[in-house]
């Protein structure tokens, strides 16, 4: 009788027929857990693949939500958190967005499911792709679901992340603001790019002291 | 068990130095505490000496003693595997009342056929979704505009240098990303990547050349897809290193200096 049950094992398992008996009891208990948790998380996983940032054909959608008041930071939503690197002196390589330019925006947003965020990004560094994602997997985040893809001679990249801990999506921010600013600097650059972003993050820094003018925007 | 020339794999007789000689004792063993019990009066010392005091037919016995001996701890230990195996099978079902092991076998099979039916309905709506079992495949296709590229599809198991091993790898095959897509679930991570020469690294002409040969055109480009098969499969084979038959995987913690601080 046990016979006949191992023999039917052997067919549903993968390379089931050459291995022996202990190895063959391996292999569902290696391939259960992560089938069950298949039927019960997949559902979750959706990525719209829509962009906040820039639209598939490369026009930029922030220049719409962008208002005079906050150069620094403000909402999208109630639950975004968008905050535009802003730069007064144009360098030639940066995109101009209206009288301000916009480089390397990065948003992170809360999703419904505890530990998990959005985080999608606007990339000029072409020297750097897969290093991002590696650099969102060091932080601590597990991507569920990430695209990256140049858009626009951008590289654009939206990951859906759980996080192994707690951590505000400001933490988030600032730590990947941080990393892609030594790692663009550690690569190619051109000089004057390297000093401009070394002014990005000094702004920023600023500017995360200061109140908002105008509208109520909440970091954490 | 004994007798026969073929069993000297067992006992190498005819192999002799003094860590392999059975009649040589340098800690405890089976053939010492054996010869010890046989011939307790003469603890052995020496080869020479015990072949003296035993006739042929008495040290075949003990061979054979032995080696059955032996292989009955590792039949023991074999079936206290396959036991805890069974154990931890059952407590993975979600509800069994079978007690013994050819119906919880029967149940195992039933859930696994359920389980994989239903994530094979998932993967097609999803096809993104990770295997349970490590896959690999790479093969030519075209972007909207017509360029060449490389789709390479690699499922494995999750790691925190796995995405470390894929930058190094496409770097030494001078590739370049320009579309990559990860799913990572329960564990197992599928990573989609759309690659093509880089132009900037590329010296050599490792890539086909435009020339009117179509046939070395094609020699060329099958040998690019199986070096960059063989490479990711390394990859993707590294992930087993870690994997020991247990159902959660081993993180390593990467010296980080990603350590978020402000």
Redesign the interface.
């Given at each position: 009788?046990?016979q006949?049950?191992?023999k039917?094992?052997r067919e549903?398992?993968?390379n089931g027929a050459m291995c022996s008996?202990?190895a063959l009891?391996?292999r569902?208990?290696?391939?259960?857990?992560?089938?069950?948790?298949?039927?019960k998380?997949?559902?979750k996983?959706k990525q719209t693949g829509e962009s906040m940032i820039i639209s598939k054909e490369g026009g930029l959608l922030l220049k719409d939500n962008l208002e005079g008041g906050a150069k620094w930071a403000y909402e999208v939503g109630s639950q975004s958190m968008v905050c535009p690197i802003i730069v007064e002196d144009l360098p030639p390589w940066a995109y101009e967005v209206g009288s301000q330019s916009m480089v390397c925006p990065i948003i992170v947003e809360d999703l419904n499911q505890p530990r998990q965020m959005l985080v999608e990004m606007l990339c000029e560094e072409r020297d750097l792709?897969?290093?991002i994602?590696?650099?969102i997997?060091?932080?601590g985040l597990?991507?569920?679901?990430?695209?990256?893809?140049?858009r626009n001679d951008k590289i654009w990249a939206q990951?859906v992340v759980e996080a192994n801990r707690d951590?505000t999506r400001m933490?988030?921010f600032?730590?990947l603001v941080r990393?892609l600013e030594?790692t663009a600097k550690g690569g190619t650059e051109p000089v004057n790019a390297a000093d401009n972003n070394t002014t990005m993050v000094h702004s920023f820094h600023q500017a995360a002291t200061l109140p908002a003018t105008g509208r109520s925007c909440s970091l954490l | 068990m004994y007798g026969s020339g073929n069993r000297s794999s067992i006992l190498p007789w005819n192999s002799f130095n003094t860590l392999e000689d059975p009649f040589i004792f340098h800690g405890s063993s089976y053939y010492g505490d054996l010869f010890n019990k046989i011939i307790p009066q003469f603890p052995c010392q020496d080869h020479n000496e015990v072949q003296k005091m035993m006739n042929s037919q008495e040290i075949m016995d003990a061979k054979a003693l032995a080696a059955s001996k032996s292989h009955s701890e590792a039949e023991r230990r074999r079936r206290e595997r396959i036991n805890n195996h069974l154990a931890k099978l059952r407590s993975l079902l979600p509800s069994t009342t079978k007690t013994d092991k050819a119906s919880l076998l029967a149940e195992v099979i039933q859930h696994v056929k359920e389980l994989k039916r239903q994530t094979s309905q998932i993967a097609q709506t999803n096809p993104l979704i990770p295997t349970e079992i490590n896959e690999l495949t790479v093969d030519y296709c075209n972007n909207e505009e017509g360029n060449f590229m490389i789709k390479a599809s690699l499922c494995c198991e999750d790691r925190s240098d796995l995405l470390h091993d894929l930058i190094k790898t496409l770097k030494s095959l001078r590739l370049k990303t320009l579309k990559a897509e990860i799913t990572t679930l329960g564990g197992r991570v599928r990573n989609v990547l759309f690659i093509t020469r880089d132009q900037q690294q590329d010296d050599d002409d490792t890539w086909p050349i435009n020339d009117n040969d179509n046939d070395n055109d094609d020699d060329q480009m099958q040998y690019c897809l199986r070096s960059i098969q063989e490479a990711l499969k390394e990859v993707m084979e590294k992930s087993n290193g870690n994997d020991s038959g247990n159902s959660g995987s081993i993180k390593r913690q990467r010296t980080s200096n990603n350590n978020i601080h402000y």
């Open positions: 009788m046990i006949d049950r191992v039917e094992l549903i398992v993968p008996i202990d009891f391996e569902p208990i290696k391939h259960m857990p992560f089938l069950q948790s298949v039927t998380h997949a559902d996983l792709f897969l290093e994602a590696d650099i997997r060091g932080l597990t991507i569920l679901m990430g695209v990256m893809e140049t990951f951590v933490e988030i600032i730590s990393l030594q | -």
